[in-house]
């Protein structure tokens, strides 16, 4: 095991035609610094993606842009954002190459919700037609809103965080309703939003709805899930 485990961080779209960019939020590099990690960006476009896990350790699925909503056979909603082909494939691919290899993994947000259509799962294409915006999963301006979440006292989450209940910053405008193969929810926000999945037969699988990342100061709680993933990758 190398000093600094090596965790794979993968990023946003290509943006634009004319000299395209490919991006993240620093937030995602400087977590995984703090759990002590060296990043490594994993941009979408690989012809075979899971070549990645022969350089690192672990990977992080970031959040971003939605699915395509064809993945899970529903219609184009006029809210969708972000969505790239390109990049659902590239991380389907390498998302099913990490279960295959039982490499340590952490699914954010978008990161989870691809995990459960991975697995045969589909989504609520806009969570506030289902379920009305008295939980805020996002906010209307620049800013992530912040709800209350609840733990599966049982679950893996719980003893990462060591306690059943947490504040969290969100994101988001879908989130997972029909369950993908072998997935099971260990925390749901009140207004019973499903906000993380475990996998039946993989303990090195994390998966949550809302953004740790932007809770990283010392105090904060949220820093214990990046360190639940190196301590999984040293295990």
């Known amino acids: 095991m190398r000093n600094r485990p090596r965790i794979g961080v993968t990023t946003y779209p290509r943006n634009g035609t004319e000299r395209a960019t490919f991006s993240l939020p620093s937030a995602y590099v400087d977590a995984v610094r703090t759990a002590g990690g060296l990043p490594l960006l994993l941009t979408p476009g690989e012809e075979e993606p899971g070549e990645f896990l022969d350089h690192v350790d672990g990977v992080i699925f970031t959040g971003g842009g939605d699915l395509a909503p064809k993945l899970f056979e529903a219609p184009l909603h006029p809210t969708h954002y972000g969505v790239d082909e390109e990049r659902d494939a590239f991380e389907l691919a390498l998302l099913e190459a990490a279960l295959e290899r039982s490499t340590p993994t952490l699914g954010i947000c978008r990161g989870m919700q691809l995990l459960n259509v991975l697995l045969g799962g589909d989504l609520h294409t806009h969570l506030p037609e289902v379920l009305g915006d008295a939980v805020p999963h996002r906010s209307s301006g620049r800013c992530a809103a912040r709800h209350h979440v609840r733990l599966d006292p049982n679950s893996r989450l719980a003893a990462v965080f060591k306690e059943t209940d947490l504040w969290v910053r969100s994101w988001h405008h879908q989130a997972v309703?029909?369950?993908?193969?072998?997935?099971?929810?260990?925390?749901?926000?009140?207004?019973?939003t499903v906000e993380a999945l475990e996998l039946a037969g993989a303990p090195c699988l994390l998966a949550v709805q809302w953004h740790p990342e932007l809770e990283q100061e010392e105090a904060s709680p949220q820093r214990r899930l990046f360190q639940a993933l190196i301590d999984l990758v040293r295990a």
């Not at 309703?177 to 749901?188: E, I, M, S």
């Open 177 to 192: 309703n029909r369950l993908g193969r072998g997935l099971v929810p260990t925390a749901w926000a009140p207004d019973g």
